[in-house]
T-cell receptor, first 116, second 108 residues
């Protein structure tokens, strides 16, 4: 497709369940970012990939959060043993630039996670 | 923690009026970007201003940057109801950090 695609759009999980969120970036985009957005807040940086290399994961809130991009294209954000505080919208963005700050990011519509 | 802070947090204006939003940031920058987010949607890039630029225009948007004060402003002229959204500034060194956003409501 022409844009960044995320799935699922909505996910309800029971506390303690594992979830996996998928991001298909724009074809050929080198950089990929994950953000977490709580209701009424700005996006908070989670992690950044350049091709398949995870260059920065300083924003991941705990070791329950894990992201991968094994072939430098599709990325998956996995959250193990979900907690209620994990409820948020998870946004994926991609960029054609090698470091995102030099150009615009293209965002997906997000995956809204609700943990009961 | 977030890099920037927008001000005001919320702004409500009549259609046709101008809307001004401000952003303050903490560290030195190479550029500053503004994004828009409609409710329940992803963010859309509006404009990028480089650190050596003071002002930039794009359609009804005007962005200014004052690196000495570490601040930027976004002006939307002749606002429309469709401009109703949240607006974020974003800066960063190796990745992009977003502010807390200004929620703009344009009343028809």
């Amino acid at each position: 497709g022409a844009g960044v695609s995320q799935s699922p759009r909505y996910k309800v999980a029971k506390r303690g369940q594992d979830v996996a969120l998928r991001c298909d970036p724009i074809s050929g985009h080198v950089s990929l970012f994950w953000y977490q957005q709580a209701l009424g807040q700005g996006p908070e940086f989670l992690t950044y990939f350049q091709n398949e290399a995870q260059l920065d994961k300083s924003g991941l809130p705990s070791d329950r959060f894990f992201a991968e991009r094994p072939e430098g294209s599709v990325s998956t954000l996995k959250i193990q043993r979900t907690q209620q505080e994990d409820s948020a919208v998870y946004l994926c963005a991609s960029s054609s630039h090698r470091t995102g700050f030099t150009g615009e990011l293209f965002f997906g519509e997000g995956s809204r996670l609700t943990v009961l | 923690s977030q890099q920037g802070e927008e001000d005001p947090q919320a702004l409500s204006i009549q259609e046709g009026e101008n809307a001004t939003m401000n952003c303050s940031y903490k560290t030195s920058i190479n550029n500053l970007q503004w994004y828009r987010q409609n409710s329940g949607r992803g963010l859309v890039h509006l404009i990028l201003i480089r650190s050596n630029e003071r002002e930039k225009h794009s359609g009804r948007l005007r962005v200014t940057l004052d690196t000495s004060k570490k601040s930027s402003s976004l002006l939307i002229t002749a606002s429309r109801a469709a401009d109703t959204a949240s607006y974020f500034c974003a800066t960063g060194a190796n990745n992009l950090f977003f502010g807390t956003g200004t929620r703009l409501t344009v009343i028809p």
